[in-house]
């Protein structure tokens, strides 16, 4: 086992995560865990794109969104559970100048 030092704000960020955990399984969790799942179960996505997010979430209060993560878990329940045939394919995105990641 080692130790690390870390910030207040990691910390605090880390215990959030070891809720999160605990409520999703029901079990108790660690630190170790929550590195764990940050590690395996994360997405990078660009700045730019947490940029317009968090624009989104303030200029659109009334949809109730308070996080980024809640706006980007239910975009994707949207994209998984409504798929349209007449959405554009990643690479139709491609070459109209959208990034495929």
Avoid: C
Avoid at 29 to 38: C, H, P, Q, R, V
Avoid at 79 to 98: Q, Y
């Amino acid at each position: 086992m080692k130790t690390l030092k870390i910030s207040d704000e990691a910390h605090a960020k880390l215990t959030s995560v070891v809720g999160r955990l605990m409520a999703e399984t029901g079990k108790m969790k660690t630190y170790s865990d929550a590195i764990e799942a940050l590690l395996t179960k994360s997405v990078i996505l660009s700045p730019e794109l947490l940029d317009q997010v968090e624009s989104f979430i303030k200029d659109n209060v009334q949809l109730g969104y308070t996080t980024k993560e809640e706006f980007i878990q239910d975009a994707i329940r949207f994209r998984l559970t409504s798929p349209s045939k007449e959405d554009r394919s990643m690479d139709d995105r491609r070459f109209s100048g959208v990034k495929k990641r």
